[in-house]
């Protein structure tokens, strides 16, 4: 049975940074296109980092360009969202999913298997 399950939300100060972690069973994620999206109550899930292919190839949303990265682990198989550099407004509901086809795109709809999701507030 595949699942993936995250972990490590919690309360950060503005500036502040956290890793969050999308850890995987009953698959392997090395060539799995996957990602990582947030959803605040009232607004449509957002894709902010997903890792497209086996090649490594990445998107990531304008909103957090140059403060988040994606990155998997083989080993561990597991995928992080490192994020720094935090602000108000990435308060939100982190989860990650696999995708359907990295060819298209990040995006809840190209979702397939999901984490249950982990909490990042940011208080400022």
């Known amino acids: 049975q595949r699942q993936l399950v995250d972990s490590g939300g919690d309360l950060v100060q503005a500036g502040g940074s956290l890793r969050l972690s999308c850890a995987a069973s009953?698959?392997?994620?090395?060539?799995?296109?996957i990602g990582w999206f947030r959803q605040t109550p009232g607004k449509e899930r957002e894709g902010v980092a997903c890792?497209?292919?086996?090649?490594?190839?990445?998107y990531y949303a304008d909103s957090v360009m140059g403060r988040f990265t994606i990155s998997r682990d083989k080993a561990k198989n597991t995928v992080y969202l490192q994020i720094t550099s935090l602000k108000s407004e990435d308060t939100a509901l982190y989860s990650c999913?696999?995708?359907?086809?990295?060819?298209?795109?990040?995006?809840?709809?190209?979702?397939?298997?999901w984490g249950q999701g982990t909490q990042v507030i940011v208080s400022s």
């Open positions: 009953g698959f392997t994620l090395a060539n799995s296109a």
């Open positions: 999913a696999t995708l359907f086809n990295g060819d298209y795109g990040c995006t809840e709809s190209n979702g397939d298997y």
């Open positions: 890792i497209l292919g086996s090649d490594g190839k990445t």
